[in-house]
């Protein structure tokens, strides 16, 4: 009986951003980044405020749907407000989720460099990655790669 190895899409692979320039959520000036932190502080204290017992139905609705991010959303990484000594991290952590995938961990090319190294490494060995594309800037080359993370939906 053989074995079926799951085939994964490349890091990266399929995920491109598009431009936003008239979309001001997602500028980068300064006055635009005070803007988002605001914003980011908001979710947050919003997020916090539905992880209560007993749930009134629509903050249980409300606690559901921001746990449950989905493409085009503006999403934060739910370490971003204690970011503050990374200022890049949390810039690059608020946006729009482009895509949340299993995908490998690293590239075909870095998979078989990898191999060449060491031989006795078997194609069942290779490890994927559950990633999150967010757009966090307005120029479509403004998306970041996430992984090892908990993105929310910000109620928009």
């Known amino acids: 009986m ?9 890091p990266r692979e399929g995920i491109t951003g598009i431009e936003r320039t008239e ?10 980044v005070a803007r988002r932190l605001l914003m980011i502080g908001t979710a947050k204290a919003l997020n ?19 746990c449950d991010p989905q493409p085009g959303d503006l999403v934060m990484e739910r370490g971003v407000p204690f970011r503050k000594s990374d200022p890049d ?25 990898n191999c060449a190294e060491d031989p006795d490494v078997r ?6 990655d559950h990633a999150w594309y967010v757009q966090y800037g307005p120029a479509a080359e403004d998306v970041c790669r996430w992984t090892n993370c908990e993105f929310i939906a910000i109620p928009t």
């Open 2 to 10: 053989s074995e079926t190895i799951t085939r994964y899409p490349q």
């Open 48 to 66: 916090t405020a539905t992880l209560v017992g007993n749930p009134a139905p629509v903050v249980a609705d409300m606690y559901a749907r921001m």
């Open 89 to 113: 991290g949390q810039i690059k952590g608020f946006g729009i989720l482009i895509a949340h995938r299993e995908e490998w961990a690293s590239t075909d090319e870095e998979w078989a460099a």
């Open 123 to 128: 194609e069942d060995e290779r490890f994927h």
């Open 23 to 32: 979309d001001d959520l997602l500028s980068l000036d300064d006055k635009a």
